[in-house]
């Protein structure tokens, strides 16, 4: 197995490193990929902010019928490789090509977002990158009202499970109501929300003038006192969405149930 020197405390020496060496070595082993996939760099490497036990994670993006017709040859490079503290990820063309999946799975349309393209014959890791820049309207709007009702799901469910004396419940819940108020804020500025929203909105003023709260509510979250709390972060949460217009009624302000059905959803990932 060749041996690639990849110094990871240096991200671009690394994404230059993957292209000029790694990928014509990734190539000549797999030839059946030459012209017919687009791979990109993702993860830490592709923010800069790797640290010592860092991985290099590639992303071949492939069509789904090669992966399965070349799959014990692409599982065999795969565990060869990682030996260069490569991880290699395959996706299936077909679900890039599909805006309705994609526009519905916001950690992909942020790892997407992130990545460095280091192959791409025909452009077309480019170009799906530009069609995926950001939310349109209306799907924006879906995602933010999809959003807003899964936090009031999220606070009956607490309710019922105090009533019931399920503390862990209202715990877990708790929780994921903090995760869907910091993807709201990153909705906010049509921004994708990914697998690091704590550490995001540290270094992004609009989120972080709600990470105090978020703080205090994490101190007290296996106690009812969180969810006054919660209260609080909501209602000056709803106030500030309610002066952005974004959604068309007025839902932030009330924080109550609504029958509209969406077509593009919140992920579930923080569900």
């Not at 349109?136 to 995602?143: F, G, Q, S, T, W």
């Not at 909705?187 to 990470?211: F, I, V």
């Amino acid at each position: 197995m060749k041996k690639f020197e990849f110094d990871i405390s240096k991200p671009k020496e690394v994404v230059s490193l993957m292209e000029k060496e790694f990928i014509p070595f990734l190539l000549e082993n797999l030839p059946f990929l030459k012209d017919k996939c687009f791979i990109f760099v993702q993860g830490s490497v592709a923010r800069g902010d790797t640290i010592d036990s860092s991985d290099i994670d590639l992303m071949i993006v492939l069509p789904q019928q090669m992966k399965k017709d070349h799959m014990d040859e692409l599982f065999k490079f795969k565990a060869v490789v990682e030996e260069n503290n490569v991880e290699i990820h395959f996706f299936a063309k077909e679900k890039l090509e599909n805006p309705e999946i994609m526009w519905n799975d916001d950690v992909t349309l942020g790892t997407l977002y992130e990545s460095i393209i280091v192959y791409d014959p025909l452009g077309k890791g480019k170009k799906y990158q530009s069609e995926y820049n950001k939310f349109p309207p209306k799907i924006l709007e879906d995602k933010i009202f999809s959003a807003g009702q899964e936090i009031i799901k999220k606070r009956k469910l607490i309710k019922g499970f105090l009533k019931r004396g399920n503390n862990l419940g209202a715990v877990s819940n708790r929780i994921k109501i903090l995760k869907l108020v910091l993807s709201l804020l990153a909705l906010k500025r049509n921004r994708y929300y990914g697998k690091h929203l704590y550490t995001e909105s540290q270094s992004d003023p609009e989120a972080a003038k709600y990470l105090f709260l978020i703080d205090e509510i994490l101190q007290k979250i296996q106690t009812e006192k969180a969810d006054k709390l919660l209260d609080n972060l909501l209602e000056r949460l709803g106030n500030e969405f309610e002066e952005t217009n974004l959604l068309p009624e007025k839902f932030f302000s009330t924080w109550k149930w609504s029958n509209r059905v969406t077509k593009y959803q919140i992920s579930p990932r923080f569900l």
